[in-house]
Structure formats: structure tokens, C-alpha cells
């Protein structure tokens, strides 16, 4: 037997296995929506499912600036965010129904540092790191979207 053909299919079985068990080896690309942060537009994607919010922006060596990633939870509590096989540096603004921002936190790239919301929300967005602070958005700033029209 080729010796290329026998290696494919020793590999076979691994590569079957990590795909069973949801491995992820590169980025998820999800639906998006247009946020507002008063004159600027955010296009995110949204990470509605717990295997989506875990992988959030897992493997991503770049973004485009505008672009971000919404997080959404079923209930508001306390959210804390970490950058396991993150290698963009990320700033998350931990959200309240409203649109309101909580706080902003700026996140270190593959850092397993925990970063949590000041008080419980159900929505966190991440954007590249410095986006809020560029347009002077802070703690107490709203949203407004999809999400926060309620």
C-alpha cells in the first residue's frame, strides 16, 4: 500500500475522535448583528450557546476594528471572562439589559487571568483592545441594538 494513503489512514481514527468530542482547531464564525455605540457601529457576532460561548474568539489572530463578539446568557449573574487561546488582546464590556455598561475590563492575550462584571448582566461584548476607550465610552454608556430594545 502507498506509504502517503497508509499514514491517512492511521491518522483517521484521531482525527475522527477529536471531531466526536467538538475539538476546535480554528475559529467559529457566527451570525452577527449591528450594536450602536452612539454614532459608531459594532458588527457582532453572537454567541447565544454555551459551546459558542465558550469558544468565543478562541484562535483568531486578527479582527477587523468595528468588529466585536456579543455574549448572551439566559439570566443575569455575574460573568467572568478569561483568554485561554485568545492571541487578540480584548476589551469586554460587561452589559445590563439595557444596553447599560457596567465596566470594561482590557484582557491580556492566552492569559487565564479571570475578569468579572461589577454586578450581574447578560451580556458582555468584546471588541479589540482599546476600542471603548478610543471613543471615550466608560461604565454607565448605552448600547443600543437588538438585544437592548426591550
Known sequence: MNPTVLRILRALPFLMASLACGAQTGPQKLPAIVLHAGMHNIQAEVARTPDQRATGLMFRETMPANDGMLFAFEDANTQCFWMKNTFVPLSAAF?????SIVNIVDMRPQALDSHCSAKPVRY?????????????????FRLTGEPFQR
Open 95 to 99: 452589559i445590563g439589559d439595557d444596553g
Open 124 to 140: 458582555v461584548l468584546e471588541m479589540n483592545q482599546g476600542w471603548f476607550a478610543k471613543r471615550g465610552i466608560k461604565a454607565g
